[in-house]
């Protein structure tokens, strides 16, 4: 096998196959890029049996056949070398040689038998997406994705098609962002998959495309990127009754500009305690504060904000770091909050609405310190 492309293409090509190694493996072959040079293309893939990463090199062919090459010894000699042409080959044995006009280095690799094969292409269903609307979808969704492996159907985003509109859910127990777009679809199906957070994480930051393609198989989905493919498994769970939790009955209203929420939030929550991140919102008609107090360091903090509030008096805690994420993915420049009791659930939802984006976001407050 022999063929020689850029240092800057295969640099490129490798940091976006790390990303699909694991950090640790009892599979050394997962540490690993396979290398497939045909006539036509040449063909790099990382898996880590959860995401496989596969893309296409620009090169020129010599000498057709495959192998697996270390991925960090490769790309670790790829980010040293100069703006320079490189050739690769590699003998029956799996010896590689890298050549430039300024070195010659050797190392070994693994057949190609022993990489694991690539993931099954039969699909059921294929869907076009703009890119910068999935780019908002993932963004406004993945931060409230959970941590807790011990809830497997949490530790991703729920992506759910009914007829032509499309729903993303996630949730951590404490907060819940629902966002659905109508009329999505110019073709009606109904499909219902979680998501795992890596393959979304990862696919934010190739979203550049005006249009991808999403396929779903029976256990895994793919999104074809030009000539990248990124595959990964789905969730197997049932994901939670995510409606039945949403309040109906919130009949308190805050209207404030979501800079100067947050503004408030990040100050006053410098003197809040380190474990409990506790903070107030005291509203009423006249005035509205934000508090918060640490008997431990015997620090405190009240600020006034300048919001419009409708409802009975209300005084309701958060932990501060889950109400900065909440308030700081609402979508525009103002953010209203919608509210029941100080022991039920919140709703933050952009405003104005936009005609065919329906997006809400709750959280669960804490219960305050006497």
């Not at 074809?224 to 595959?231: E, P, Q």
Request: charged share 30%.
């Amino acid at each position: 096998m022999k063929f020689s492309t850029s240092k800057t293409e295969l640099q490129k090509g490798l940091q976006k196959l790390s990303k699909a190694t694991p950090t640790r493996s009892t599979l050394p072959i997962l540490n690993c890029v396979l290398i497939e040079v045909k006539s036509d293309k040449t063909i790099l893939r990382a898996t880590d049996l959860e995401i496989t990463i596969q893309i296409e090199l620009a090169s020129s062919y010599e000498k057709q056949g495959k192998a697996a090459l270390p991925l960090k010894t490769l790309l670790e000699i790829t980010n040293e070398l100069p703006d320079v042409r490189l050739t690769i080959s590699i003998d029956e044995n799996c010896k590689a040689t890298i050549e430039t006009e300024i070195g010659k280095y050797d190392l070994m690799g693994k057949p190609a038998e022993e990489f694991p094969n690539a993931p099954n292409q039969n699909f059921k269903k294929s869907i076009g997406i703009d890119a910068s609307v999935l780019k908002e979808i993932i963004e406004s969704t993945l931060f409230a994705v959970s941590q807790d492996e011990l809830k497997p159907s949490l530790t991703g985003v729920l992506f759910k098609f009914s007829e032509d509109n499309f729903t993303a859910v996630s949730t951590d127990g404490h907060r819940l962002v629902k966002y659905q777009v109508k009329d999505f679809l110019s073709e009606k199906i109904k499909e219902e998959i979680i998501i795992p957070k890596k393959f979304l994480s990862f696919l934010f930051t190739q979203l550049s495309e005006k249009k991808i393609k999403l396929s779903i198989g029976n256990n895994f989905i793919t999104a074809h990127l030009d000539k990248d493919i990124i595959t990964t498994k789905i969730i197997d769970e049932k994901f939670p009754d995510y409606d039945s939790v949403i309040p109906k009955d919130n009949n308190k209203t805050l209207l404030i500009d979501k800079k100067i929420l947050l503004g408030a939030i990040r100050r006053v929550s410098i003197f809040s305690n380190k474990s409990t991140h506790q903070i107030a919102l005291s509203l009423n008609e006249e005035n509205s504060f934000i508090t918060t107090e640490d008997p431990e360091k015997s620090s405190k903090a009240k600020e006034k904000i300048l919001g419009d509030y409708k409802g009975e008096d209300l005084t309701i805690g958060y932990n501060s770091e889950y109400l900065k994420g909440v308030v700081s993915h609402v979508v525009g420049e103002t953010v209203e909050i919608k509210l029941n009791t100080s022991v039920s659930a919140a709703l933050f939802e952009e405003t104005p609405k936009r005609e065919k984006v329906n997006s809400l976001m709750l959280l669960m407050p804490i219960r305050l310190n006497d």
